[in-house]
């Protein structure tokens, strides 16, 4: 519970999160992108770690891990579509986890939005700067806008997956929540000032017995019911 708890935040925090997150990764690929501009020359290849990490320096006109090259315009769109959805999304989110997939999300749109944006060959379709390169894992050159945008998507999964709501709770909870909730107005309901109690007098006599004229009860076995 103090987990759960935990988990759960306020719009303002969740809010502040998902900035906080947004701000680090988009600071930290334009900063990358700049050191790479300034310091190597298009398509050099700098060993870092031999053939388990390289820095590759290459101008992608395509999407992440330079997928659809000739579609620089697309993406353009799609990304400022994103943000606009996470914009107008971003209050309805009550939950650390949440905010980090948005963040991280909006980070990365942005960082690789500002290169088609800003860089050559013209405002829309600029190239997106590409260094990252691990030919053991993937035969791809990507960027830290591509790594964050790849992280959301793997924490999105593994929340839907969970069944956890933008809230901070499971599936699982929110329904036994409900459940109990109905039950308790069944309850309520049950014994409200109009419930009978077992064993209580009705109008016709005690538990339900025909009253006699007087309102007493005819008993068997007793004189009365001798005589009648």
């Not at 969740?14 to 992108?33: H, R, T």
């Not at 300034?38 to 997928?67: H, K």
């Not at 933008?166 to 409200?192: I, Q, Y």
């Not at 109690?197 to 009705?202: D, E, I, K, R, S």
Request: without cysteine.
């Amino acid at each position: 519970m103090a987990a759960e708890r935990a988990a759960k935040v306020g719009t303002t925090a969740a809010l502040l999160i998902l900035l906080g997150a947004a701000l680090a990764v988009y600071g930290l690929d334009q900063l990358s992108k700049y050191l790479v501009v300034t310091n190597l020359t298009e398509g050099e290849v700098v060993q870092v770690l031999g053939p388990v990490l390289q820095w590759q320096f290459v101008r992608n006109p395509g999407a992440a891990f330079s997928l659809a090259s000739g579609m620089t315009w697309i993406f353009t769109i799609l990304a400022a579509g994103v943000i606009t959805f996470i914009v107008w999304f971003a209050r309805r989110i009550h939950s650390v986890a949440w905010a980090l997939v948005f963040g991280l999300l909006l980070g990365g749109v942005l960082g690789n939005l500002t290169d088609r944006l800003l860089r050559e060959p013209s405002f829309g379709l600029g190239h997106v700067i590409d260094f990252i390169s691990t030919p053991w894992m993937l035969p791809a050159i990507y960027n830290v806008a591509d790594i964050s945008i790849v992280s959301s998507m793997v924490l999105f999964m593994i929340l839907t997956i969970r069944g956890v709501g933008l809230d901070g709770t499971r599936e699982s909870k929110r329904s036994d929540a409900a459940r109990d909730a109905e039950a308790e107005v069944d309850a309520e309901a049950g014994s409200g000032p109009d419930a009978a109690a077992p064993g209580a007098a009705t109008a016709d006599g005690v538990d339900g017995a025909p009253a006699t004229g007087d309102g007493r009860t005819p008993l068997a076995g007793t004189q009365l019911a001798a005589e009648s």
